[in-house]
């Protein structure tokens, strides 16, 4: 697809761009072409037939562009040394970025009429895996340890324990709750690496965001094996939104297709299940849906 082509070139200067300044391997844009390759076959293997407006649409080239800043982030990861304090600042910076322009896409969406549950789909996956890598990141450039990495794991567990147990696969009513505990996440994540924080704090708010996100949770795991009306006695949101900066769910007709791995998306907030077309009744988690 002609998007997923145009975006390989900005992919190559960013990647090549942070190489030189922050002194990394030559293999690391290289391994960000790769992610992104990896990243473009999903999408492909997702997209539906009959999204309105050309190629992938206005609202999703700026998920595209969000996951453009997402994947050097991701290539970082694997490198051997993370840890030095330019390194950790370029990190705060790619990831404040990505998390700021989290409910750009949605607006979009909004405003030209070009929502899809493919869009909303595509904003859940690329905001569930910022939150892992800046997880991985976390541990291995900020003072704290591994356990840090639950915040990025939780969501993806989630996913595989509906494969075990199907109540869990049972849509999520939006919540106040999730919307704001996903929104924590992203900040205790950058605060974390911030090379001026001082080592207690970045612990201390990285065991509370953890804390408040398994909290989140264990109200949402108990309401998807019972049989309550609503999650915790949380307040519903006017419409489903994701985990971050909070926009409404995009509206749009339900295509054919969908990518794989259905779930909740940043943890345990969205929930998604797909019909025999490409439906996401994607019921709020804390992040902007689009």
């Known amino acids: 697809m002609r998007d997923l082509t145009l975006g390989l070139p900005p992919l190559v200067l960013v990647a090549a761009g942070a190489g030189a300044a922050l002194e990394l391997p030559g293999v690391f844009p ?3 072409v790769a992610l992104y390759l990896g990243a473009a076959l999903l999408i492909l293997f997702g997209v539906p037939d009959g999204l309105r407006g050309p190629g992938l649409g206005i609202a999703n080239r700026v998920t595209l562009g969000r996951l453009l800043l997402v994947l050097p982030l ?12 330019t390194t950790r600042w370029w990190v705060v910076g ?4 990505a998390l700021a322009l989290d409910g750009v896409d949605g607006w979009v969406a909004r405003r030209t009429g070009t929502g899809s549950a493919f869009g909303a789909r595509f904003d859940m996956e690329t905001d569930a895996f910022l939150i892992l890598v800046l997880s991985v990141l976390a541990w291995r450039a900020g003072p704290v340890g591994p356990w840090i990495l639950w915040i990025g794991a939780l969501r993806y567990l989630f996913v595989a324990a509906g494969t075990v147990w199907p109540a869990l696969r049972r849509e999520l009513p939006p919540s106040l709750r999730r919307k ?3 929104v924590v996440q992203g900040i205790a994540l950058l605060v974390c690496v911030g090379p001026v924080v001082p080592p207690p704090l970045a612990v201390a708010v990285g065991a509370g965001a953890l804390a408040a996100l398994a909290g989140s949770f264990a109200v949402d795991v108990l309401w998807a094996l019972g049989e309550h009306p609503t999650p915790g006695g949380d307040t519903p949101a ?3 939104s994701l985990p971050g ?4 769910l995009r509206p749009g007709p339900e295509p054919s297709a969908a990518l794989p791995g259905d779930g909740p998306v940043l943890g345990y907030r969205v929930r998604t299940r797909i019909r025999p ?6 019921t709020t988690s804390p992040s902007r849906l689009k």
């Open 74 to 85: 991701a290539a970082l990861a694997l490198q051997p040394e993370v840890a030095s304090e």
């Open 30 to 32: 290289v391994q960000a």
């Open 94 to 97: 790619m990831g404040a970025v």
């Open 277 to 282: 077309s490409w439906a996401t009744e994607a």
């Open 180 to 182: 704001t505990v996903c």
């Open 238 to 240: 006017p419409a489903p």
């Open 245 to 248: 900066a909070g926009s409404p």
